[in-house]
């Protein structure tokens, strides 16, 4: 609102006030004595009226706006505080922004209806309760209850499903297996079960409550199924040491037809990992241990029970791999596009963590990832079908996120074995490693140009954490992004074609994805990433139409595929668990 006579007039008037009282603090000292503070804002407030002053001795102000007369009217005056009981302190709030003018200080003397905070302490009340019976269901179910075993088959699926989850590359190409499962089927689950092989045959006993049956599988290709007694703890695991078992013993040792078919002696259980699938008519079971195997159970009423065993042929389907801990703690997955097809590659106790996976090119058969199964993280690499494990990266430090070279020749990674995170080279085989920055800047998340001849990361020399790209033969670096007003740019995903950069960025508690030119030019915010609490590891898809990233959310994390073109979610996967770090 432009200056009128009126108000310099009032300002000129709180200034002298203002000088007066300062004048009477600083008389108080002598004048060495006086706080520099004090001098000085006697000093500005001298300036200020000598200004003020000035501008109304120009004249070319005008004389007062009408609307002044509302304040007259309020009653409020220069320099004093002025109680106002409003209903709606908006309302004052609305008029001082329509005059332009402050009062010294407004008192809001609001009466707040009692209902809302009676409904808000009923609301907390109800909360409470339900989480006191919630607690005790928990306690009963858990803690107190015995679990009653159930009789097999229970899978309940429309019979219309399209059978392509988990084992579908194996038993869609073999008709009789197709025809004696059925067309219905459950999503696949990732479960601890016990084994134990005999001479002639092999014990299975699932470690869960919805399950507690066991498996009498027969070398003759025949099985039996017996309910099981398998005592748990409150963690759901069995009770004890795993021995020949609470729940393998009755069956063989009581059972003469049981003990005759097995044979002896009996082999120590194992606790295994692996994957189920229910079908309409029966399930498998992949092992994912040492000997690899799937075992399909049929289960029907026009003929005998029947199982087979098979051997593990199957390549895990899917184009996507990803990191979840879906069964308590991080391991190795792949999956379709659209989320179907989830099948684990790493099968690890709980107090290892599989993380990162990224695929390696070029004919993607097999998958480098971060693991901590030796202690430190390190990397790692497995073939695609969960086979030969081993360890690529050694020494001391952390490290992380690989990423492979387009030939498949080279994987690049960040480690700090040297006290701060660099970026290193190693070969396929392990045995050539070499350091490509040299520096003492924290430099992170490696990602292989398309040529092969350079790598772009992020890094903290610019004072805020930028892009940028190294050339790997000169180790010369150059600045791609460096933001600035408190913004972060990391994480950064060359496009396939070379021609574009994604990268993850953050300012002021905004979290998303950015697309720009390798150049710098037409930088886009990805709409369809942003609204999450976070996100990061974008990956681009084959063809550089479509991101998939970690999107956080509530304290969890999913995995989104957006359309870069214009942004738009094309898919979102989640499910029991967390699901992050997708690789194309």
Known sequence: MPETR?????????????????????????????????????????????????????????????ELSVWERAGARVGETEEIPLAHPSSTRALL??????????????????????????????????????????????????????????????????PRLGFGNLWNGDQGVQDRLGMGVNEERSVLYLEQRFDNGIMLQFVEPSSPLIYVLYDDRQWEVYKGELPLNSQGTPTGEVAVAPSFR???????????RLGLPLSHPRQIKGTTQDFEHGRMIWTGSEDRHIYALFVADDWPSRWALYADTWVAPGDVVFASNRTGHWQIYTMTSDGSEKIP?????????????????????????????????????????????????????????????????????????????????????GTKVRRVTEDSFDNRNPDWAPDGRSLVFDSERGGERGIYSVDVETGRVERLFNPQGGRVYQQPAWSPDGKRLAFVSHAAGRHVICVAGADGSELTEIEGTAGFDNVDAPAWSPDGQQLAFTAYEAGKASIVVVDVSDGSIVARISGYGDYKDPGW
């Open 345 to 429: 590659l790493t099968v690890e106790p709980a107090d290892v963590d599989n993380l990162e996976p990224v695929w390696v090119p070029p004919e993607k058969k097999s998958i480098a990832f971060v693991s901590t199964a030796s202690g430190l993280p390190k990397i790692w690499l497995i073939d695609r079908n969960g086979s030969n494990r081993r360890q690529l990266t050694a020494g001391p430090g952390a490290d992380g996120h690989p990423t492979v070279t387009w030939d498949g020749e080279f994987l690049a990674f960040h480690s700090d074995r040297d006290g701060v995170s660099q970026i290193y080279l190693i070969d396929l085989e």
């Open 97 to 162: 922004e329509k005059t332009g003018r402050t009062l010294m200080a407004v008192q809001f003397k609001v009466r707040r209806p009692a209902w809302p905070r009676r409904l808000l302490r009923i609301a907390f009340g109800v909360l409470v309760a339900l989480a006191l019976l919630g607690a005790g269901f928990w306690i009963h179910t858990h803690l107190v209850a015995q679990f009653t075993p159930i009789s097999w088959p229970t899978p309940e699926v429309e019979a219309t499903q399209t």
């Open 6 to 66: 009126r108000s310099v007039e009032r300002k000129l008037a709180i200034s002298r006030k203002q000088l007066a009282v300062l004048e009477e603090k600083i008389a108080m000292y002598t004048e060495l004595e006086a706080p520099v503070h004090l001098l000085t804002q006697r000093d500005m407030e001298r300036e200020k009226i000598a200004r003020l002053e000035a501008l109304l001795a120009s004249g070319e102000l005008p004389e007062a706006d009408e």
């Open 250 to 260: 009755p069956i063989y040792e009581e059972g003469e037809n049981v003990r005759e």
